[in-house]
């Protein structure tokens, strides 16, 4: 039985004053005892989330991370440093980061590697474009985003996948739970195929548009374990409806 995961990722948004009241909306008396609940806030922030999250139950992720360790890489922020602030979690692939920083599968790859070496569990992000999916090929992406990312991995025990179909993403269209159950599917056939992943254990994510009024829905197919949420993780009603969804 997977448990069901549900985190918000809140992109390059937010200041203190936000981020203090955000969390004051989420942060409640006995913490969210079936589902794991993370946010994800730009790195500047961490640090406060995760004093402010302390002994709640709500856990914190990061965004991204560097492929490398430590070093010259001005600008980075490694994996080890991530968790020396207090994350568990950190996205990685996500498609803006793949858009606007042209991160390819090798490079993803890398910091899949450097987070499950600094002890991080790595949200690995998945999913095609509006022609990709139109041109047939929406799996064949997906097959080759996730066995980039995860080649020649031995240990994977605390990876989550996330399926984000890019045309999905902010859009307000989201795949009807019939398409996100059969690319899951596929996504779960993928990983049993890999050395090393234990498929049937590996929580698989559903992100795109995922509102209050759609999470039910989603969340009662076989293969939906979660979400990652952008838009609907900047209101803490919002988002504490979809994590009630997640609870059943
Ligand atoms: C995301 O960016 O990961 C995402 C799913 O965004 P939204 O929920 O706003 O579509």
Redesign the pocket.
């Known amino acids: 039985m997977r448990k069901p995961l549900v985190m918000g990722?809140w992109?390059m948004h937010g200041s203190r004053a936000s981020v203090k009241q955000l969390l004051g909306g989420l942060v409640r008396e006995g913490g969210y005892p079936s589902v794991d609940v993370v946010v994800c806030p730009a790195f500047v922030h961490i640090p406060l989330a995760v004093s402010l999250c302390e002994g709640s139950g709500l856990g914190v992720g990061a965004q991204d991370c560097s492929h490398m360790a430590a070093g010259a890489y001005t600008g980075e922020v490694a994996a080890e440093m991530l968790v020396d602030s207090g994350c568990r979690w950190v996205?990685l692939g996500?498609?803006?980061r793949r858009q606007y920083h042209g991160e390819s599968d090798d490079m993803v790859a890398a910091k899949v590697a450097a987070a499950l070496a600094a002890g991080l569990a790595p949200v690995v992000?998945v999913g095609e474009t509006r022609d990709e999916r139109e041109a047939g090929e929406a799996q064949y992406t997906v097959a080759r985003q996730l066995q980039g990312a995860l080649r020649g991995q031995s240990n994977t025990r605390h990876l989550v996948v996330?399926y984000?179909p890019v045309w999905?993403?902010?859009?307000g269209l989201t795949a009807t739970p019939q398409e996100a159950q059969a690319m899951h599917a596929f996504i779960r056939e993928q990983l049993a195929d890999l050395k090393g992943v234990d498929a049937a254990a590996t929580r698989v994510l559903y992100?795109?548009?995922?509102k209050p009024d759609n999470a039910a829905e989603l969340f009662a197919e076989t293969d939906i374990d979660g979400a990652?949420?952008?838009?609907?993780?900047l209101d803490a009603q919002d988002f504490q409806a979809i994590v009630a969804a997640a609870r059943g």
């Open positions: 990722n992109k996205i996500h498609s803006e992000c996330a984000e999905a993403i902010g859009t992100g795109g548009s995922v990652l949420v952008g838009g609907a993780s």
